[in-house]
Nanobody, 129 residues
């Protein structure tokens, strides 16, 4: 069974930075559809970025493009989310998700269907003004 553990969430002031980590285990860390999603109180869960593990393909939400950068370390089976220029609108619980890779067009939707994917417990990011 795939297991995902997110770490790195914290409280930071507007304009600050954080780096989240997602540790992957339970299966081969290769050719997976993976991503970061977030959910704030009273709002729907939204995708932040998706990627293909062991590859360079990524797709960012417009709201974070240019500020957030995803990366991966295959030797550690870990995906990172570097978050810069944070604003209060970025405040949310951030979740890491993973599923089998099928296609670039389908990856985002695969993870959006939470019941069909593996999820971590989340890590809280709070950005104050």
């Amino acid at each position: 069974q795939v297991q995902l553990v997110e770490t790195g969430g914290d409280s930071v002031q507007s304009g600050g930075s954080l780096r989240l980590s997602c540790a992957y285990s339970g299966d081969s860390f290769s050719n997976k559809c993976m991503g970061w999603f977030r959910q704030a109180p009273g709002k729907q869960r939204e995708g932040v970025v998706v990627l293909r593990s062991s590859d360079t393909w990524t797709y960012y939400a417009d709201s974070v493009k240019g500020r957030f950068t995803v990366s991966q370390d295959n030797s550690k089976n870990t995906v990172y989310l570097q978050m810069d220029s944070l604003t209060p609108e970025d405040t949310a619980m951030y979740y890491c998700a993973a599923d089998q890779w099928y296609s670039s067009s389908g990856c985002w939707q695969q993870l959006s269907r939470a019941s069909m994917s593996s999820w971590g417990q989340g890590t809280q990011v709070t950005v104050s003004s």
